[in-house]
């Protein structure tokens, strides 16, 4: 999937963390020469909103949309030429950016947020986005630092291929180098291992191998693009990927998207988004 050719959309709040998201998708944008589409949503059309006098309502209307103001101002202080458009939503946070979301669009969300965007925490609004936009999602973490030039994906065996190439075509946006990292443990192996025939060299081996098939396969498919492999014997795929995002400009994570998995994410990318180091893309497949 190319998301070059969509939309960037961000959800703000106005509170810090949130304008860094917006920060952060409006060099997206500017990357894929594509407009930004900045949301808040004020929550009227939710029972509490329901609730509120006329008069109310409309001062939430109101800041509502000074929040998109000083948002919009913002992206546009640091990217002059960028196209920006905002909108005022009635529904629930998480609602409103998923119905904005698309196969081609970008949604990018911020780790944690108060006020008016209601619930911007990485276990409600972040997670229900991840797991139901209809495409690729952001949750902006860590703190603005230099480029590292690494994009860093995690990889178990063949099935991720969907998800590699999609890290891959982020790397390529970003002139970066695509990192490819497989972590596994022999304890994890036990299950795996056959006496007599297994041993701890042979499933590393096996590992290998798998990683090595994707590997090729990428640098066949994306000539220009460096990739480098990582095999590490770690008692903890997230724990090894988080370690490793502290020297990344991005992390992408898979998720398969099938019926019996809707609204739920693998552990690991779950995980991801609670403690990397830097910005999270979580990349839905069939």
Known sequence: MDTSHGSVVVGTDGSPRAIAAVMWAAGEAVLRDRPLHILHAAGLETRSGRNLTPETAQLVIDNGHAVLDEAA??????????TITTSLGKGKPADTLVDHSGPESLV?????????????LLGSVGLRVAAHACGPVVIVR????????????????????????????????????????????????VGEMVPGLDDARSVGDREAAAQQQVADRIREEYPD???????VNASSASGALVDASAHADLLVAGAQRHRRSRGRL???????????????AVFRHA
Do not use: I
Request: charged letters at 15%; a neutral charge; hydrophobic letters at 45%.
């Open 73 to 82: 101002a913002a992206a546009t202080t640091r990217y002059a030429d960028l």
């Open 142 to 189: 860590g703190s603005e630092h230099p480029s590292t030039g690494v994009v860093l994906a995690g990889l178990r065996d063949e099935t991720d291929l969907a998800t590699v190439r999609f890290a891959a075509d982020e790397a390529r946006l970003r002139k970066a180098t695509l990192r490819l990292l497989t972590a596994w443990s022999l304890l994890g192996a």
């Open 225 to 231: 693009l460096t990739v480098t492999v990582d095999l």
């Open 266 to 280: 693998p552990h690991v990318t779950h995980a991801l988004l609670h403690h990397a180091h830097c910005p999270v």
């Open 108 to 120: 990018v969300v911020g780790s944690r947020g108060l006020g008016g965007f209601q619930a911007l």
